[in-house]
């Protein structure tokens, strides 16, 4: 079965060394110094490796059951969901005044990738709950707030967030779902939701739906849309429940993975609910929440191949194949073990420059809310607004793929489910199509936060890569990161400066080359990450630390990220370049 | 549930119109009128489509269960393998001295897509037959042939293959099955063997074991490796069966997909077994089927992809979403279906040019098998043994990737079982595994292929794509085709002389790149196809063509895969003569 340690040294050396929250001026991180995060690290470490990680293959194996109305999770999930809130872990980020701890985001990011990497499923229960609190805190009236929040930080009462029907998605404006308003501040909601995680389960007293709803006679499409609170238990005045909501799950879907978490078909039949934010701006009160859902969806992707990758290492470590082409290693074993051999190792380098270097670029990206949080400042909301949909759809991409050569790392092991391999593609694969499929991501990133401002954003990111490329060009420590990053942005420059000239004759142009523009996009990102690593590396090793084999190894591993991976966006261009007429060529009978 | 239609007229256009198969030299080829292939492409349509595809989810949701011995198939595979064998479909490549059609192998391989797309778990169970008739068939003595080949040609007795055992599967020189000699020219083999596709089940009178062991006192490792017949039930002289042999299942693995196959471990206690072909050469006598084999596992990483790929066109015209960015195509609609937009095109795109160029690269494949076998071409032979790795890996590595982008078209219901979606990706995801994993098999192409007969073979590929060039470089229809062609070629020409210089000092600098050479030597070969292709296209179109759409189409989709998947041999150059260091830089602690 496999293991997780969370990778703290890792985490640590991006939070200090390359981001250095202590010193840095983001509001609320002055408390971030080593060791407070480092105690935080290491028990959360603790609780998802010894706790959460142990439970992943049962909540995939037994999955959760649905009979007579309740849904049962996993054996052991519920004490572990006890034990998790009782130590304090859901409300990590959450305010004070609720009950939270009111620690910045990132460390928050921080758990919930140990929490993901160690069971994904579980984490979702915990994950959507912080996302309709985030919703109620940031929409929500005063009473509001007082009636649901401190619940939900503790996790006693659980959320859901409630978009698809069975007939949309993506296109919301198609929603059936009514809202009828009943004279008193109250709707009666009607309709069918799904899709939902943790829609229904036996872990919380109470669960608290956001819905999203057209309120009758209100505009038509995506502009009547609202969002509303609807309790499975109502609440009375004094905070007890009281009587069964009219909401009920109608069934739990069969999915490809994460069985460990209920996805439930919803059943609204009068519910009563009430709107959060504004009439007819649920939409808009939904988005708000967006860029934490999704990069919290990337971390996803990171969790996953980290999880994977480090099951992998122990797989090639052990198993005996072959000799090496250079010599035998290990003449007292029958064979040496499969780590010798060039193409594993060059698969194990793959995901390990992978992960940490999508540690690095979530953790930034953490940082921008955190900075755009607290201090308003515009210019960190505008750069993580454009990077999101990278973050999202290029890391779980990746994610995905990285668990796949983890997998294949086993041979035939791998597909086998009880060696645990294949969970994590399974498991992974959800990552690239919830919280908007990456083809929509690669549309948002193109058709509307390119342009975003006047594209002051990506301009404000290629100064960013420019004047890092100034700063350091001279740097001959860091010369295998400085080329590779600037021909990288070059590519990149380029397929922004086609989309300019050509998106505009036919907008086609453009989005026939957004898959590869995230993509691309994506790899100059996880470029610039490194080659900032790199520096810092350099410096440690520069100064004389005590650990030079930690420093020399991010160098390598660096390395090869930009040997390896970089090259990628010259092909991204040529794609681009082709335009959209070979891709929409046919006539769609042709198909 | 996702149905299957037999794309027969692209079939049909590649073995009449690309491969002109009735009019080239190949030995037995003279019968294979496009009457005659049609004649048999519609009937395989039928069947498949009709009996197998309506199975395939079945077999995937009931899987095979053990019960007191018996391995009990999913509901109706019994019937539809009865009714796949009495039309003779199980027998259609082999020699009618014991039963088969005779035709060539190319009819097989086409068949075999088919049945494959339709339902590659049930495939199996036929698909194993084959190899171990071509096994006896090669190696096995005339009274061997007799017993065993009549009855494995019509299926009534299906056939496997025993090679991994629980701690070694490529390095078979570790092995510990154990065959003594009786002194009566039996041996009696005991052991244990995994990952026995259709070891054990209900749908035949007898299963004939082809087992791997060593012959006790015999040459240590590899070299003592002999290859045995252990039938289930013993043949009596008559042909009747009589005792139950030695061999039994312990076990079925629960595996990731290709559930409807039961994927067996074998107890082999003092069972009885006739050696097949010669002492200790056991592993010559699996090698010589060894291209057939893995072609037929390259040929299912088309056929996953084609069968995703025909259920994601429906969905894409079927599902609402959004408006064309170019205008509403739909105004009657509440929403355009999602064919309208470039992403999805250009994911549609992505796999009906794979499916096509590789359906081309495979047959092509089959046709050397047949040129090399009936005529004994020693150059079809080493050009065929040069592919093989490169049809397995780069098939269905990008086989897999087909199916998961397939998957994606649909969303979140991409994810849910009842869609059927994910069981493509599960069922495609054995092929980059089984018949030697794919990093197996790229070792086999730059270690062992690329240097093979002096490197006579891979010259003589490049010679076959300058010839091409060559030919057509005036051809102005064929512009789209002939450069991009050409670039690819010298990449990996390019990739090529970097490990002739750089492989003799240290070969990890070879071996580091061999799954990126694999993965452009794949580029290439369904580059040329699809310029042989286009020139075939506008070979028709310029003689007037009754139906200039299809070709039109085949032009335009031969345009795309040029334009926007050739140039990733850009990048696998790259990566290539980036050389070893960073991939081998790391000690194997630093993981």
Sequence with gaps: ???????????????????????????????????????????????????????NAVGDKEGCTLENGVVRTPTGFKAAFDQFREAGWTGISSEPEFGGQGMPYIMGMAVSEMVSSANQAFGMYGGLTNGAYASILAHGTQAQKETYLPNMVSCEWTGTMNLTEPHCGTDLGLMRTKAEPQGDGSFKLSGQKIFISAGEHDMADNIIHLVLAKIVGGPEGIKGVSLFIVPKFMVNEDGSLGA??????????????????????????GATGYL???????????????????????????????????????????????????????????????????????SLMDQKSFCEGARAFVYWGAMMIDQAHESDDKDADGLISLLTPVLKGFLTDKGYDMTVQAQQVYGGHGYIEEWGMS?????????????????????????????????????????????????????????????????ASKDLQAASMYFMQNGMKNPNHALAGSNDFMHMFGHVCMGLMWARMAKAATSALDAGTDDPDFYTNKLITGRYYMARQLPATGMHLARIQSGADTVMGLNAEAF
């Design 244 to 269: 069964r909501n009219g909401v009920a799950v109608g069934s739990i879907e069969e999915k490809m993975g994460i069985h460990g978490n209920s996805t439930c078909v919803m059943n609204y039949d």
């Design 1 to 55: 079965m496999p293991t997780y340690a969370a990778p703290t040294k890792d985490m640590s050396f991006v939070l200090h060394e390359l981001l250095n929250v202590d010193t840095s001026d983001v509001p609320g991180y002055d408390d971030l110094s080593p060791d407070f995060t480092s105690a935080i690290l290491e028990e959360a470490g603790k609780i998802t490796g010894e706790v959460l990680a142990p439970l």
């Design 276 to 346: 959060l934010g504004d009439e007819h701006k649920g939409m808009r009160a939904m988005f708000t929440m967006m860029n934490h859902a999704r990069l919290g969806v990337a971390m996803q992707g990171l969790a996953q191949a980290e999880a994977a990758y480090q099951n992998a290492v122990i797989y090639a470590k052990d198993r005996l194949q072959g000799r090496a082409v250079t010599g035998t290693e290990f003449p007292d074993k029958p064979a040496d073990p499969l780590i010798v051999h060039p193409d594993i190792r060059r």
């Design 423 to 487: 969970q994590f593609t399974r498991d992974a694969r959800i990552a690239m199509i919830y919280e908007g499929a990456n083809g929509v991501q690669a549309l948002d990133l193109v058709g509307r936060k390119l342009a975003q401002d006047g594209g002051k954003h990506v301009m404000a990111f290629f100064d960013l890569v420019k004047n890092f490329i100034g700063e350091n060009k001279d740097n001959e420590a860091l010369a295998d990161f400085i080329e590779p990053l600037k021909n």
